[in-house]
């Protein structure tokens, strides 16, 4: 299933790698490197996925989550923080941010993209 995947990313190399393994498998990738861009982006194109890096400028990914789930034509698309965080108690604030799934950095090149289409082929509600 070939998807349009919004990375909000802050880190060049990041993006690069994630865009290039989503890209090898036919998906379209929009990039944004702030909060408040990735927010305006996700407006503009609404994605089927997001990947949220949690450190972001301007907003960070917790908050970012939360305006996304408050905004009533993007609250069903899938978020999936993509994080260094990795303390306890971590994953659990992404998903109560809104995020539905929590992939660590550095992320693996050999299972990111099947961790990410999990969530790209699971069920969701549709904006009312």
Known sequence: MKARILLIEDNLQNRYLARF???????EVVQAETGPMGLQLAAEVRPDLILLDIQ???MDGHDLAGA???DPRLKSIPIVA???YAMAGDREKC?????EGYIEKPINPETF?????RFLN???EEPT
């Open 122 to 124: 699971s069920p969701r």
């Open 21 to 27: 393994l989503l890209e090898q498998r036919g998906h």
């Open 56 to 58: 972001l400028p301007g």
């Open 68 to 70: 996304l789930r408050r």
């Open 82 to 84: 993509v994080t260094s």
């Open 113 to 117: 993209v099947a961790e990410v289409e």
């Open 95 to 99: 998903l109560a941010a809104g995020a």
